[in-house]
């Protein structure tokens, strides 16, 4: 059985009454990977042509973009999508590092209760190395976000750094992983759901203020 067919059954035991939208192949000119519409997610197959296709190169995409453009990050790239054209980040919240890593660490709790069976490094979009990474440094990426104060710093850039893509996170050198600190909002995530079993995934993925999670999750990494 497909991931993708899988990942459609998990989605109607956790959201009985939500429809997925379609599924359609487009060849979009190296575009947007996805693309949603009314009821419709188009998947953009020139983006998932392998991460040694020639032409990736030639146009200039980076090598981390590169090693995700792979046929198997599709069922990952699809439901994220969907979790993120449902719940979308609250516009009146503030724009900062723990609101973001726990929006995003979210994202990927969404994904690991749609695609079980995907390797971990896949749902994120790592490497392994770069998912080991994560899972062994957890504790000092939270202790230097605390120590640093920055769990509410808003600069855009640091931001990004701390919980976007790219090729590592500039903080901890060139062998950590990307965006490191949405793997703490990650297990923030966990742990929320660890202490609170009456709360269902729906439950979760509507909660408005990342807040909420954070200050009912009792983490410590």
């Not at 497909?2 to 998990?10: E, F, I, T, Y």
């Not at 956790?14 to 947007?32: I, M, R």
């Not at 971990?120 to 957890?138: I, M, N």
């Not at 297990?187 to 609170?196: D, E, P």
Request: charged content about 25%; hydrophobic content about 35%; glycine content about 6%.
């Amino acid at each position: 059985e497909s991931l993708m067919n899988q990942g459609a059954k998990h989605f109607k035991y956790y959201f009985p009454n939500d429809t997925l939208p379609k599924l359609y192949t487009v060849v979009s000119g190296f575009q947007e990977s996805m693309f949603p519409t009314e009821g419709i997610i188009a998947v953009s197959l020139d983006k998932y042509l392998g991460n040694t296709y020639p032409h990736y190169e030639s146009l200039g995409i980076e090598v981390y973009k590169r090693r995700r453009m792979i046929p198997e990050m599709i069922p990952a790239d699809y439901f994220r999508c969907i979790a993120m054209l449902n719940y979308p980040k609250d516009e009146n919240a503030a724009f900062n590092i723990l609101n973001e890593m726990i929006y995003e660490g979210r994202i990927q709790y969404f994904l690991n209760c749609m695609l079980p069976e995907t390797p971990d490094s896949t749902r994120w979009g790592y490497t392994d190395f770069q998912y080991r990474w994560a899972e062994y440094y957890e504790e000092e990426i939270w202790d230097y976000l605390v120590d640093k104060k920055m769990l509410f710093d808003t600069n855009p850039i640091a931001v990004r750094n701390f919980t976007g893509e790219g090729p590592f996170t500039n903080a901890f050198g060139n062998n950590s992983a990307p965006g490191c600190a949405s793997y703490c909002g990650y297990r923030i995530v966990c742990s929320y759901m660890r202490h609170n079993p009456d709360v269902t995934l729906k439950d979760l993925m509507e909660i408005k203020d990342m807040n909420q999670i954070y200050n009912k999750a009792r983490y410590n990494p």
